[in-house]
């Protein structure tokens, strides 16, 4: 005999059908355009990494813009070009991929965690505060999800302390702040077009800068330090000779890459209203349910819309957020944990003798939070299974 609740448990889906979490919507003008690439033989950076750069910088209204090949590229180069290194302290957020804090590593520079505020999931200005000595360089907020930071009081304390402020904007393409795109607001802004960002090229990223020098020294260090663009010095303006003026990096974005950028950008807007409605439409049905969902956005603020969180906590939902993690695959159903809190990693416990329990908002919502698929992709049937899905495995009958 089959109970309710074995009823209850039967898949929402079929294995055949599973819901990859974060799935792009790759359409017929992106296949065109890398095909026509490939068939003009320039694969590597050229013309469209051009196009795709102007077409960027155009879009969040920047004053230069660099295409490099991930958004970890995009925050290195930035801490070189602000000038730090070895003994130099950045603050950054607690609750973030860990990319952010490796490419302060990487730098050179020593990491330092603020704890995030529990609503908005972003860094707690006073908590940065906080944790300035006489070594700060620099701040480095992460737009959690695609909700802007409270950036008039980063950049008060940017001015106050005289820091240098980087954007990680992984999240945060379409975000904007009291009317300002971010990204435009720090020294520099760093985008992801990784496959599961709202504009995705594969692999990609995009610096934009607030100076000329900035965004030349950023172009000079993405590849390989050389003095000219190697896009150029194969031109048909005959060879031209470069110069190598310091030791720069491979981290060039290559043209294939842009040929799927530049359709994805132009589709930014109409997917945008998508992620809104499928946002919306979570929220209406998940009201009644032991969940603690999204904040609203703040008002004078544009939310990207990129993650759709939700924080399952066991005393409320009767389900751990790991059981529920399982429950959902089980209905094959990709889900996604953004993220656990840094300090919960092994290799930053050993290194820094950072411990979870220091940034007690960033940890909790780590070990609560579960991101639900949030795509343009996404048909109404599949939002659907999403909703029945949650609703049966918090379903207490
Ligand atoms: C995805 C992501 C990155 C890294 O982006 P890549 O392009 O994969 O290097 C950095 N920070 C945050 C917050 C991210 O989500």
Redesign the pocket.
């Given at each position: 005999m089959i109970s309710g609740r074995a009823a209850r448990t039967a898949p929402v889906r079929s294995s055949s059908q599973f819901l990859v979490f974060g799935a792009p919507a790759i359409e017929e003008a992106e296949i065109r355009e890398v095909v026509a690439s490939l068939k003009t033989g320039w694969l590597g950076t050229g013309p469209k990494v051009a196009s795709f750069e102007e077409e960027f910088r155009a879009y969040k209204g920047a004053r230069h813009a660099v295409a490099v090949?991930?958004?970890?590229?995009?925050?290195h180069l930035s801490m070189l070009a602000a000038g730090l290194g070895p003994g130099d302290e950045v603050i950054t957020t607690a609750l973030?991929?860990c990319?952010?804090v490796n490419?302060i590593i990487h730098a050179g520079a020593t990491p330092v965690l603020a704890d995030v505020d529990p609503v908005t999931m972003n860094l707690d200005p006073n908590q940065v505060e906080a944790k300035i000595t006489s070594r700060t360089r620099a701040v480095l907020p992460?737009h959690?999800a695609g909700r802007p930071c409270d950036m008039d009081a980063l950049c008060d304390l940017a001015a106050r302390y005289e820091l240098k402020l980087i954007e990680?904007c992984?999240?945060a393409i379409e975000t904007e702040y009291r009317g300002v795109k971010v990204g435009t607001i720090g020294d520099f802004g760093?985008?992801?077009?990784?496959v599961?960002?709202n504009v995705v090229t594969g692999?990609?990223?995009m610096i934009l800068a607030r100076t000329e020098a900035d965004a030349a020294r950023l172009k000079v260090l993405a590849l390989h330090g050389m003095s000219k663009d190697a896009w150029k010095r194969f031109g048909d303006e005959g060879y031209k000779h470069y110069q190598v003026v310091e030791c720069g990096f491979k981290y060039n974005m290559m043209d294939l890459q842009a040929a799927i950028g530049l359709h994805q950008l132009r589709r930014v807007e109409t997917n945008w209203v998508r992620r809104q409605e499928i946002w919306n439409h979570y929220n209406e049905a998940f009201a009644s349910l032991p969940l603690e969902l999204p904040a609203a956005p703040e008002p004078d603020t544009r939310h990207a819309y990129?993650l759709y969180t939700i924080l399952v906590d066991e005393e409320d939902a009767d389900i751990g957020r790991d059981a529920f993690l399982d429950a959902m695959h089980g209905h094959n159903i990709g889900v996604g944990v953004?993220?656990l809190s840094v300090p919960e990693h092994p290799y930053y416990q050993e290194t820094f003798a950072w411990r979870p329990e220091d940034y007690p908002h960033a940890m909790r919502i780590g070990r609560q939070t579960v991101s639900l698929p949030l795509s343009p992709k996404l048909t109404d049937d599949d939002v659907q299974d999403v909703v029945t899905a949650v609703s049966g495995i918090l379903d207490r009958g």
């Open positions: 090949n991930s958004c970890t590229a995009a925050l973030t991929f990319a952010t490419a992460v959690f990680d992984a999240h760093c985008f992801s077009f990784y599961t960002k692999e990609g990223g990129h953004h993220y």
